[in-house]
């Protein structure tokens, strides 16, 4: 079936540094899935990120960005320079083409001042 | 803009005992969900519907019943809660097959049960 991979449970990162979160997928319905980064932040519910549709495309959304890459089947996301208020819950997805959407285990960003 | 209400907020429940769990949306979405999540996990679908009167089982369907007998709203049995059971179970919409594609999100009914 499909399925999203996100290795890291946690991810600590002083602030103004880069960072990146990786995630890989397997979509066996579907040839070219739409991928999703969505995150919650504290106190908040759900929400998008970011999302590519066509691969080897980037998204980009709050300073953050993602690529689409078909060939390692990877949709990462990173930023330049995080600031405390990135401090949240990051969670990578992907949508089927039976209106299925699948996400990741999700990756805590805590972003130390 | 729309919002997604879930209700209750919290739901304490004995073993055995039979729960719902509502949700309505005012985005006029086709699409709803139920997903459940487990500390520190992912989500996980349960049910999902594409339109009214529309039932789809996700992976974790077994022991859940779903009603979507109007648009606007999704509910979700729990057929018989298991003792110790703590988790959030969150509701979605969406337009999913265009360009457009996004889910929004309820801000979840976190169930206990005694």
């Known amino acids: 079936g499909d399925s999203v991979t996100q290795t890291e449970g946690q991810v600590t990162v002083s602030e103004s540094k880069s960072l990146i979160i990786n995630c890989t997928y397997s979509?066996?319905?579907?040839?070219?899935?739409?991928l999703f980064w969505y995150v919650r932040y504290p106190g908040e519910g759900l929400q998008l990120l970011l999302k590519v549709i066509t691969a080897g495309q980037k998204g980009s959304s709050r300073g953050f960005e993602a690529t689409y890459n078909k060939e390692t089947t990877s949709f990462h996301l990173q930023k330049a320079s995080v600031q405390e208020s990135d401090s949240a819950v990051y969670y990578c997805?992907?949508?089927?083409?039976?209106?299925?959407?699948?996400f990741g285990d999700g990756t805590q960003l805590v972003v130390k001042p | 803009g729309g919002i997604i209400t879930q209700t209750p907020k919290f739901l304490i429940g004995q073993e055995g005992q039979k729960l719902t769990l509502k949700c309505q949306q005012n985005f006029n979405h086709d699409t709803m969900y139920w997903y459940r999540q487990d500390s520190g996990k992912g989500l996980r679908l349960i049910y999902y519907s594409i339109t009214e009167n529309d039932l789809q089982k996700g992976d974790l369907s077994e022991g859940y019943d779903a009603s979507r007998e109007k648009k606007s709203s999704f509910s979700l049995t729990v057929t018989s809660a298991q003792k110790n059971e703590m988790a959030v179970f969150l509701c979605a919409s969406s337009i999913t097959g265009t360009t457009n594609e996004r889910l929004f999100f309820g801000h979840g009914t976190k169930l206990s049960v005694l």
């Open positions: 979509a066996t319905s579907i040839a070219y899935p739409n």
């Open positions: 997805a992907l949508s089927d083409n039976n209106n299925r959407i699948f």
